[in-house]
Each structure stands twice: as structure tokens, then as C-alpha cells.
């Protein structure tokens, strides 16, 4: 799991870290190389880090449309680029 903990916290994720059932990253889904990392050997990718506020997204728009937008962009790039290294 990569989170960058902007609006959520590790306690929350206390249990499942405990039960060894997750692996926690800490970092921002705009960087292509934790973001390559987080990735390296999963089979599924479920993408969910947003920046979610409706308040912040009016009060900079500049940053959500970064998160959202070019954050699952920079993703998906990466994902193919896994995905060309497997298939080769
Ligand atoms: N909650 C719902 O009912 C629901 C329904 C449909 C779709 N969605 C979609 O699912 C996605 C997640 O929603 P949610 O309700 O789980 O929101 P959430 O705020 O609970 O989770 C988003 C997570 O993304 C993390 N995050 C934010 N910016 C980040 C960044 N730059 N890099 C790494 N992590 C970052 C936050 O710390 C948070 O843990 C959104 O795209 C939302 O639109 C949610």
C-alpha cells in the first residue's frame, strides 16, 4: 500500500500491518519512483489515492488536478512500463 498519509494515518492501518496482510509505503503517488516500487511485483493495482475535498479542490485547484489527474497519469505510465518489462 502507498499513501502519503495527506488525509489518513497509520493507526488506521494498525491491524492489517499486525496481521502482516499489507506492506506500508509512505509516499506520494506523483513520484514515479516510490510509485514504481509500490508496484514491482503486484498482479492487481487498485489506484484509490485521491485528493478528495470538494473545499481544498476550489481552494487549489492547481494541486487536486495535479493528484488526480497527473498523479493517475504518472501511474499508469508506470504500470505499462511494468507491464512491457513482463511481457518482453
Ligand atoms: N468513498 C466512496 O464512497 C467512493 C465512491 C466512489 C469512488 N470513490 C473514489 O475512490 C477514491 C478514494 O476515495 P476515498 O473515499 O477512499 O478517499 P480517502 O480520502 O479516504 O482516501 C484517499 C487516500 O489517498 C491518499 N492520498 C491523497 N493524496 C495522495 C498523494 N498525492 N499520494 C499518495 N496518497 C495520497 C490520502 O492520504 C488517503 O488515504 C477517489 O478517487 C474517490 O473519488 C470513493
Given at each position: 500500500?502507498?499513501?502519503?498519509?495527506?488525509?489518513s494515518?497509520?493507526?488506521?492501518?494498525?491491524?492489517?500491518?499486525?496481521?502482516?496482510?499489507?506492506?506500508?509505503?509512505?509516499g506520494?503517488?506523483?513520484?514515479?519512483?516510490?510509485?514504481?516500487?509500490?508496484?514491482?511485483?503486484?498482479?492487481?493495482?487498485?489506484?484509490?489515492?485521491?485528493?478528495?475535498?470538494?473545499?481544498?479542490?476550489?481552494?487549489?485547484?492547481?494541486?487536486?488536478?495535479?493528484?488526480?489527474?497527473?498523479?493517475?497519469?504518472?501511474?499508469?505510465?508506470?504500470?505499462?512500463?511494468l507491464?512491457?518489462?513482463?511481457?518482453?
Amino acid at each position: 500500500m502507498l499513501d502519503n498519509l495527506s488525509s489518513s494515518a497509520v493507526p488506521n492501518l494498525k491491524e492489517h500491518l499486525e496481521k502482516g496482510v499489507i506492506e506500508f509505503l509512505r509516499g506520494d503517488i506523483r513520484d514515479f519512483e516510490i510509485v514504481n516500487r509500490s508496484m514491482r511485483d503486484a498482479d492487481i493495482v487498485f489506484h484509490e489515492a485521491a485528493q478528495v475535498s470538494a473545499p481544498l479542490s476550489i481552494e487549489d485547484p492547481a494541486h487536486t488536478d495535479d493528484v488526480n489527474v497527473k498523479g493517475t497519469l504518472r501511474r499508469r505510465v508506470s504500470l505499462t512500463n511494468l507491464t512491457r518489462v513482463t511481457t518482453n
